[in-house]
């Protein structure tokens, strides 16, 4: 297997020819024409993906290079806690002496304590200005890119350094990776994802009383990091059956919003945080907020008034539903669509007015409205034959997204106008391949077609 094969295949990012070619055998420590490792260039090149392929096939990550760097330290320059990550792999610190940990480490902190603006600066000796662009590191989570000089880097040290201490078993106080994690205004900054999930993965009581002391913080940005921490322990409880603390935590978020809370975006993402929770006072809370001046806040009530459990989801009792259909009718859009969601999930058909919210919503003036009601409705299959027929109208609208849940949802129901609705919705547009309204409008027109196979 050529060398110069997967050189090249590295040099495009191109994953998965590299993962073709190391398997085919190709030596993972392939040299590139500048005399470095293919890994060296995946990782200058920010390909998390390309450089994660090489480790696993066995590339030396602590290969001492000509210059004395090796392509972990250089990840630890590049600033992007992705890269570090898939050149950590499983074992490869467990190689590093204490003397080369202790390096490395002061190296991340070293980095993060000058800025990598001054670092970068450190590198070039250059002097010009330096061009930035937010891009995103991994799947989920931002960080702002510098380049000065044909050098880059990327402005995640705080990540690279807390996911090293993390890995390497040093317990970095609360109140540090806190103080790393609120320095970003940015709540999908790598800097704070990193904090964010190493302060959840710590199961002491310890850490888990530190963070949640922050819900009465003086500043917001702390009040929602705090709150991103316990949303984790709400989702991810599994972690650790010994050390779970979802109960404490619903129990902190309930009060924390009979309490108050004074800023709008953090009330906001509470509400939100508490839609996850199971508490018995979660209905209250949403009574409490569905009359807040903020539409924001008002838009995340509706799934506060639902009881969501292993049966069908039931409105919390009269009042939620008065309420319910008070905000299905709200100004504003968005807590009409997030209403419109919550009576989907509730209708049965049984009752006529929640059936004439449903009708209503689905004909509302604003298209956006229209279309996402329309997707939260299609995706159940109570029989109300208004609700049906509101949903064969929407196929006269222009906008594809909206079509497909109306179709979507007469095929859910057995619709007889099923077939008329498939005609009506035409070809799906380039992005709808791995839809799975598009699948099952798929299924059932070949079945339509084979009879006799189906």
């Not at 004909?363 to 159940?380: F, L, M, N, Q, Y």
Request: glycine share 8%; aromatic share 6%.
């Amino acid at each position: 297997m050529s060398g110069a094969e997967l050189a090249a295949a590295v040099g495009r990012g191109d994953e998965q020819d590299v993962r073709r070619l190391l398997e085919a055998g190709a030596d993972p420590d392939t040299l590139a024409e500048d005399g470095l490792p293919v890994l060296c260039r995946a990782i200058t090149a920010y390909e998390a993906g390309v450089a994660d392929a090489l480790v696993e096939a066995g590339a030396d990550v602590t290969r001492e290079l000509v210059d004395g760097t090796t392509p972990l330290t250089r990840a630890v320059d590049g600033g992007s806690p992705a890269v570090v990550k898939a050149l950590l792999g499983r074992d490869s610190l467990l190689r590093l002496s204490e003397a080369a940990r202790e390096a490395l480490l002061a190296r991340a902190r070293r980095w993060y304590r000058e800025g990598a603006e001054a670092g970068l600066r450190g590198r070039t000796g250059a002097a010009g200005p330096v061009e930035r662009a937010t891009v995103m590191d991994d799947e989920f989570h931002r960080v702002t890119e510098l380049t000065l000089g044909g050098v880059t880097v990327r402005a995640g040290h705080g990540a690279v350094l807390t996911d090293l201490e993390w890995a390497l078993r040093v317990l970095t106080p609360v109140d540090e990776l806190v103080a790393r994690a609120v320095a970003q205004d940015d709540p999908e900054h790598v800097d704070r994802s990193a904090a964010q999930w190493v302060l959840y993965q710590r199961r002491s009581k310890e850490t888990w009383s530190a963070v949640a002391d922050r819900h009465t913080s003086p500043s917001p940005t702390e009040r929602r990091f705090a709150l991103d921490v316990l949303w984790l322990h709400l989702m991810n409880p599994w972690l650790s059956w010994r050390h779970t603390y979802e109960k404490e935590t619903a129990d902190l978020l309930v009060a924390w919003a009979a309490r108050g809370e004074s800023d709008t975006a953090v009330l906001t993402e509470l509400l939100r945080v508490l839609g996850d929770a199971e508490h018995p006072h979660v209905p209250a809370v949403g009574l409490r907020y569905a009359r807040h001046p903020h539409p924001r806040v008002r838009a995340m009530t509706p799934d506060l008034l639902i009881l969501w459990g292993d049966g069908p989801a039931v409105l919390a009792g009269p009042e939620a539903r008065a309420v319910l259909l008070d905000l299905a009718a709200d100004e504003d859009g968005d807590v009409r669509v997030r209403a419109g969601a919550a009576l989907g999930a509730v209708h049965d058909g049984s009752d006529p007015a929640l059936t004439d919210a449903v009708v209503t919503l689905l004909g509302d003036p604003a298209p956006e409205t229209r279309a996402a009601v329309a997707e939260a409705v299609a995706h159940h299959t109570v029989h109300a034959p208004a609700v049906a027929d509101a949903l064969y109208t929407l196929l006269d609208s222009a906008d594809f997204r909206t079509r497909l849940n109306a179709t979507y949802g007469l095929l859910r129901r057995q619709d007889p106008r099923t077939e008329a609705a498939v005609t009506r919705l035409g070809a799906a547009p380039p992005g709808y391949e791995e839809d799975h309204r598009v699948s099952a409008i798929w299924h059932w027109t070949w079945e339509r077609d084979h009879p006799d196979d189906a």
